[in-house]
Each structure stands twice: as C-alpha cells, then as structure tokens.
C-alpha cells in the first residue's frame, strides 16, 4: 500500500506523544550543554586574562616574598579577588618594595578590569539567553522526521502553527520577524529565523530534506512564490500547500510547485456571502477536482415534512454526508429501514443553491 502524506505526518498516537516527550527532555539535555557553552564563549579571553594575572601575582609574590608556588598562587587568587587571606608584609605597604608594589597595582587595576568584563559579559549571556535555547532547538529539529514547516507567521502561519499543536503534529515555524522569533523561543516553539531572500538556508535547517510538508504563508505572494521554488528545489517529492492573496496568481504558484493553492481572499468572500444567506453554514471544503463545496447541517424538528423519509429521496436535494442521531454519527443511513426521524441532525454537502433548497425543503429556518 502506498504511503500517503497524511501517513508520514507524525500524529497523536501513543508512541508520538512518547517520542515528544524524548525530543523535549533531549531538547533540556542540549540546553544544559549549549547554556554554558554559550557562557564560555562570551568569557573565554577575560578568563584567560584573569588567569594570567593569578600567574603573574603569583610569580610576584615567589620572588618578593620568597612564598612557595602553592602559597603564592594562592596569595595571587586571594589579592585579586579582594578576599585578603594575605596581606604582603603584614599589610605594611611603605616596607614593599617599589617594583612589587607597581605590579601589584598594575596586575590588580588589569584583574579588576577583567572581572567587571566577565560580569558585563555574562548579564549579556543572561539577557541574550535565548541564543543557547535556539542552538538546542536547532539540535531536536535535526532529529525531527515526517513533520510540518510553516513559512510565515503572520496571522494565517500563527493559526496554522495553532491548529498543528491542538493536533499534536511536528512542526518547525520559519519567520523572518526576529521578535517573533524570540517570542517562539520563549514559548519553546521550535523555530527559524530566515533571513531576507535566503529561504533555501532556512528551509535545510528547518529539517526540509525529512520534512513531511510544507505550508507556505507569507503576507505577500512573492515571497510565497520564492519559497515554492526552493521548497521544490530541495525536495521534488514534498508536499506544498500555499496561500495567495491575488487570485489570478493560482495557476502561477501551480507552476511554480505549489500541490495545493488556497486563494485567501476568494476563500474569505466565499465563506462571509455563504453565511450571509444562511445560518446552517458549519464548514466548508475546497477540492482542486470538485471546487468549493460547503457543509452544512440542518435539524428535523417536530413540523418537519422530513420526518419518516428514506435517506435516499431526501439525497435528491442534496448530498448527506452523515447523520447525527442522540449525538452520535448515525450507521446505514442509506439502508432502505432507515428513515428520518425528530431531532436528527442531517450534514449536507452542496452548493449553495442545494443548500437553501434543502432548508426550504426541511422547513429549517
């Protein structure tokens, strides 16, 4: 049996909700490596400094003060860091001598300076944090397979990345708004910054090559179309559902690579004139082969000339797609002992003209 794309898509089963829970304790791990390393990196030349200043007190203090190489060291460690476990001569700072008190007072201005950096540095790291969260995060994405990449996150990608959570799927966020980006971090939501014009560096470290799909949802339907190329570029066989907001551009992202092409303002039209001439309007389904069909349901109330039908003479006004009886999805509805019953709740697909012939039909308004 082939395997679809909805198959490669992680879902919400036992053993994902198990491999979540490993991809966050292993996203921790990574954080409880990065965290430091990313300290140590900031840090490293005024450690490297302020060690060489120990070295250097220490040698001072083996030559002036005749103090053994442990005793000095430790001498050199206790003058820097003002701790004052030893005090040269007693603390009798006339009988130095003149050298040594010069590079006393040349190795501790230098260790004070170093020590202020090492503090300026490490609020930096603290106020900058989020660099060692995003390193682990790039870290658990190269262990994601069979996930989702949402390109944009304006309000369509933020509803998207939404509904993928409610649903329990994988999936990697690429912005190019770097305050949204750190707002993700916080969030711990895994995610990219791509940077202008670069999206094919964007979409290999967002993990394109095991991705399962990709959803396209820039604000301006260049920046779409420049992503469909790349995606398609990097994965001929990948899946990609785009938004354009000019809808003459369909065909074009079609050529462009585009599986699927939803024209948001023909879908925003569609669904406010359907609502506005019925209130039974629950959904509605776009199909590149059947075009745009809506869903809507209808309750048999007690007047009702539905009531006691088969299913099949009520399916000539429309097509039944389900029936809901004591809230539950009602089995055969088109076995011919099935008839309609008060309080049924039927859900029709159709096109609007079905739809207000069925309620007229059904005496539903």
């Known amino acids: 049996m082939a395997t679809t794309t909805a198959d490669r898509i992680s879902r919400p089963t036992r053993r994902n909700r198990k491999k979540r829970e490993s991809e966050r304790l292993t996203f921790l791990f990574y954080r409880a490596i990065y965290e430091p390393t990313i300290f140590l990196k900031a840090v490293y030349r005024q450690l490297i400094f302020l060690f060489v200043m120990f070295l250097l007190g220490s040698a001072i203090f083996v030559y002036y003060e005749n103090l053994p190489l442990l005793d000095a060291f430790l001498a050199s460690v206790s003058t820097i860091t003002t701790i004052g476990l030893y005090v040269p001569h007693g603390g009798n700072f006339l009988a130095l001598p003149r050298g040594e008190a010069a590079l006393l007072i040349v190795m501790i201005i230098f260790s004070v300076g170093a020590g202020a950096s090492i503090v300026q540095s490490t ?213 011919p002992a099935f008839r309609i019953k008060e309080g049924d709740t039927i859900l029709v697909l159709g096109d609007p003209a079905n739809l207000l012939e069925l309620e007229e039909e059904a005496h539903a308004d």
């Open 123 to 335: 609020v930096g790291v603290a106020v900058k944090g989020q660099i060692a969260k995003g390193e682990a995060e790039k870290r658990v994405i190269e262990r994601l397979k069979g996930h989702v990449i949402v390109f944009g996150y304006a309000h369509l990608g933020r509803y998207v990345s939404e509904k993928l959570k409610e649903m329990g799927v994988d999936y990697v966020v690429v912005t190019r708004d770097p305050h949204a980006h750190e707002d993700l971090l916080r969030r711990s939501v895994m995610t990219i910054l791509e940077f202008e014009t670069r999206p094919i560096d964007a979409l290999k470290e967002a993990g394109i090559a095991r991705a399962a799909m990709v959803v396209v949802s820039h604000e301006k339907d260049p920046d779409n179309m420049l992503v469909i190329l790349s995606a398609r570029k990097l994965r001929p066989d990948v899946r990609i559902v785009t938004v354009v907001h000019d809808p003459n551009l369909v065909e074009t992202a079609k050529d462009a690579g585009a599986d699927v092409v939803i024209p948001s303002s023909v879908t925003l039209g569609h669904l406010l004139a359907i609502s506005a001439v019925t209130k039974d309007l629950v959904g509605v389904v776009f199909s590149e082969k059947i075009g745009t069909k809506e869903i809507a349901q209808f309750s048999v109330f007690k007047a009702s000339p539905l009531i006691g039908k088969p299913m099949q003479e009520v399916a000539k006004l429309a097509l039944i797609i389900g029936v809901v009886r004591a809230d539950s999805v009602a089995q055969d509805i088109f076995d």
